[in-house]
């Protein structure tokens, strides 16, 4: 699939989307080591067809969020009455949020050691991308591209990151569950819950973003926009919660995501501010263990 991208071919992106999902579903059925050497094999199939510089891409996008989800999905404790409690769905998404921020980070640091400073360079590297794949369009349309984008634009890259992840991961488990091979049962999204930094370190970034200038700023900014997608998620999660079990459950849903394709901006912000009120009404009322939040 990702090769699929790599080489051009028709439905390149679409396909490429799913990579990481046979890679998901190996470790979520046989467990970590089993996707560990799923992608071994495939790094050197793409190191072959599209030469050895196509690996790293696939191992940052493909290969490190599958096995992190293998790792981190697959442990599990007994709780005192014997029953077995798995991790719990909202400390893998933190996981994986902390990962998309460790790769923002480590890009930012990358650019700022250019004469250019991080915010100019990514605008020189949109521009340079949209010379390659849209010469096509006016010079002026793209230099306003480049400006609408360039304030966000890591926050953008992390971000698809992130939710392709995320949709791959509850994807694979969906899979394997009906396959009858999963290891673990599958998670009651609907009772997500999401672990204390996440909130601390919004509201740190958030000042941060507020208070200071330049590059350190223009980081900051993109941080926020990256942790505020696990609050988005549990906005769509009690959204869930909240309609379960009504008679019009199906069309509460069905006209929430109707609006967060439609005004996608405006809906994902709702529905992060919806996050970010069940998260502090939540924080002391719990469950101890966190619980595997099977459903």
Not at 92 to 114: R, Y
């Amino acid at each position: 699939m990702f090769l699929a991208l790599v080489k051009g071919m028709s439905l390149g992106a679409l396909l490429s989307y799913w990579a990481p999902l046979p890679l998901m579903m190996a470790g979520l059925a046989l467990g970590m080591a089993a996707s560990a050497i799923a992608g071994l094999v495939a790094i050197v199939a793409v190191a072959v067809v599209a030469g050895g510089f196509s690996a790293l891409p696939y191992v940052i996008s493909v290969m490190l969020p599958a096995l992190l989800v293998s790792n981190r999905a697959m442990l599990w404790h007994q709780a005192p009455d014997g029953s077995d409690v798995w991790y719990p769905p909202g400390l893998v998404l933190a996981w994986l949020t902390a990962a998309g921020l460790v790769l923002l980070l480590s890009g930012s640091a990358l650019l700022a050691g250019t004469p250019e400073g991080v915010q100019a360079s990514v605008a020189d590297l949109l521009s340079h991308m949209l010379d390659l794949i849209a010469a096509e369009l006016p010079a002026e349309t793209r230099k306003q591209l480049v400006e609408w984008w360039t304030p966000f634009f890591p926050a953008m890259v992390t971000g698809s990151w992130l939710m392709m992840t995320v949709v791959n991961a509850t994807g694979a488990q969906g899979l394997v569950t009906r396959l009858g091979r999963a290891r673990r049962p599958s998670p009651a999204y609907r009772e997500l819950m999401l672990p204390d930094w996440l909130g601390f370190g919004l509201a740190v970034m958030v000042m941060a973003a507020v208070l200071v200038r330049g590059d350190a700023g223009y980081v900051s900014t993109n941080v926020v926009i990256v942790l505020l997608i696990p609050f988005a998620l549990l906005g769509l999660a009690t959204i869930h919660r909240w309609a379960r079990g009504r008679p019009n459950a199906r069309l509460v849903l069905a006209a929430t995501y109707g609006v967060l394709i439609l005004a996608f901006g405006w809906a994902a912000a709702a529905a992060a501010g919806l996050g970010l009120v069940r998260f502090w009404t939540m924080r002391f009322r719990r469950p101890d263990s966190g619980g595997g939040m099977e459903g």
